[in-house]
């Protein structure tokens, strides 16, 4: 098990590009969730994916965001029209249905926007 | 977005020390998960809490799930240059596996 792991690490863009960034959770993790983390801040949370199904998102979630779990696997969350506001953290973690609610945290995907 | 009060916000200690912090919210809450974060990382999980009252340990650290269920507290013993780094407190409402994360402390051990 090597963890749940995302790419890019870092991200730099132009305001008003387009930006995706993808997330691979721990195998056989049936939740997966992004988060958004400014300086020093806390991780705020974005969505959740049970399985393929998003349930629940936040406020936060703008309608430049968007989210996909399609196989329920991997994860993308996709930014359309970038922000300078929009640089942060990202952040994925997943944790099994089964658990009782033990989260794993990616290394995080790291977004400045110019 | 919501955060849940930690305390206190930053602390600096001697090598050997113990540390004690602590997670508040207004509401009460079904789990408790305590982290540590290095910077430009992820949050590392270190315990997880699921009963009122419940204390855990890992390791030098030990957690308790308050018993109103509207805080936690974790302890460091005998604190180590390693344990520098910000500790943040999650929580999830009933009804709800949404976490809201706490501010954060942020340790710095002196040796």
């Known amino acids: 098990d090597t963890g749940v792991s995302q790419n890019p690490r870092h991200k730099i863009t132009k305001r008003g590009q387009n930006v995706t960034f993808r997330c691979d959770p721990i195998?056989?993790?049936?939740?997966l969730y992004w988060y958004r983390q400014t300086l020093g801040q806390g991780p705020e949370f974005l969505t959740y994916?049970?399985?393929?199904?998003?349930?629940?998102k936040s406020r936060l979630l703008s309608d430049r965001f968007s989210a996909e779990r399609p196989k329920g696997s991997f994860s993308t969350l996709e930014i359309q029209r970038t922000e300078q506001g929009d640089s942060a953290m990202y952040l994925c973690?997943?944790?099994?249905?089964?658990?009782?609610?033990?989260?794993?945290f990616g290394p995080g995907t790291r977004l400045t926007v110019t | 977005g919501q955060q849940l009060n930690q305390s206190p916000q930053s602390m600096f200690i001697q090598e050997g020390e113990d540390v004690s912090m602590n997670c508040t919210s207004s509401?009460?809450?079904?789990?408790w998960l305590w982290y540590k974060q290095d910077p430009g990382e992820g949050p590392v999980l270190l315990i997880a809490l699921y009963k009122a009252g419940e204390l855990t340990s890992n390791g030098r650290l030990t957690a308790q799930f308050g018993i109103t269920r509207k805080d936690s507290f974790l302890n460091i013993s005998a604190s180590i240059p390693s344990d520098v780094g910000i500790y943040f407190c999650a929580g999830t409402l009933s009804g709800t596996y949404k976490y809201i994360f706490g501010t954060g402390t942020r340790l710095k051990v002196l040796a």
């Open positions: 509401s009460i809450f079904n789990t």
């Open positions: 195998s056989e993790h049936n939740r």
């Open positions: 973690a997943s944790s099994l249905l089964t658990s009782g609610g033990e989260q794993y």
């Open positions: 994916f049970q399985n393929e199904a998003q349930l629940e």
